[in-house]
């Protein structure tokens, strides 16, 4: 029995110091981080940039987005709330939306609209015209903030920096195929 007493307690400090290791990694880590990913996508800039306004089909080709509950207008701004399942839900509101241009340019700016969040931040879509006709280069850059310590942690050794923007980005190469 003092055995099996002793295993348990070696097991139970072993977690300890992981999770407290894992803590003090996370809180040398800085609080804010900007990360991007770029790809091409196979249709043009007005498609692409149509998909990603598109706020309320947001759940018919992104995977993860459960339920897209668009609010009223924000100051003639979208927002809305995306429900990940699990009783998860993320509040946010377009800060800024240029259309492509003559040149096919074009700008969308989301910010995470929750002030309690435990993290959050700005994601930033640039589209231009792609190296082919019809395609575009999307370029989708994080600015954020990770308030808690193993939060931090966990992305950047378990989950990955870029984790969500290049789902998002897998997805909308799916979704926007001809």
Same mark, same amino acid.
């Given at each position: 029995?003092? !055995?099996?007493?002793?295993?348990?307690?070696?097991?139970?400090?072993?977690?300890?110091?992981?999770?407290?290791?894992? @803590?003090?990694?996370?809180?040398?880590?800085?609080?804010?981080?900007?990360?991007?990913?770029?790809?091409?996508?196979?249709?043009?800039?007005?498609?692409?940039?149509?998909?990603?306004?598109?706020?309320?089909?947001?759940? !018919?080709?992104?995977?993860?987005?459960?339920?897209?509950?668009?609010?009223?207008?924000?100051?003639?701004?979208?927002?809305?709330?995306? /429900?990940?399942?699990?009783?998860?839900?993320?509040?946010?509101?377009?800060?800024? !939306?240029?259309?492509?241009?003559?040149?096919?340019?074009?700008?969308?700016?989301?910010?995470? /609209?929750?002030?309690?969040?435990? @993290?959050?931040?700005?994601?930033? $879509?640039?589209?231009?015209?792609?190296?082919?006709?019809?395609?575009?280069?999307?370029?989708?850059?994080? &600015?954020? @903030?990770?308030?808690?310590?193993? @939060?931090?942690?966990?992305?950047?050794?378990?989950?990955?920096?870029?984790?969500?923007?290049?789902? $998002?980005?897998?997805?909308?190469?799916? &979704? !926007?195929?001809?």
């Amino acid at each position: 029995m003092k !055995t099996l007493l002793r295993v348990i307690l070696v097991i139970l400090g072993i977690l300890v110091v992981i999770v407290l290791g894992a @803590y003090a990694d996370g809180a040398m880590m800085p609080l804010e981080h900007t990360v991007s990913v770029s790809g091409v996508v196979a249709a043009s800039p007005e498609k692409v940039f149509a998909r990603i306004i598109d706020i309320a089909a947001g759940s !018919t080709w992104r995977p993860e987005v459960k339920n897209v509950t668009v609010l009223p207008k924000d100051n003639s701004r979208d927002a809305w709330i995306e /429900d990940l399942g699990s009783g998860q839900t993320m509040k946010f509101l377009a800060i800024t !939306t240029v259309p492509p241009d003559a040149s096919g340019h074009a700008i969308r700016v989301v910010k995470l /609209d929750d002030p309690g969040a435990q @993290y959050g931040g700005v994601w930033t $879509y640039d589209l231009s015209p792609g190296p082919t006709p019809g395609t575009t280069n999307l370029t989708i850059t994080e &600015a954020g @903030y990770i308030n808690p310590p193993i @939060y931090r942690f966990m992305m950047a050794h378990v989950f990955g920096t870029t984790k969500n923007l290049q789902e $998002y980005m897998n997805h909308i190469q799916a &979704a !926007t195929k001809s």
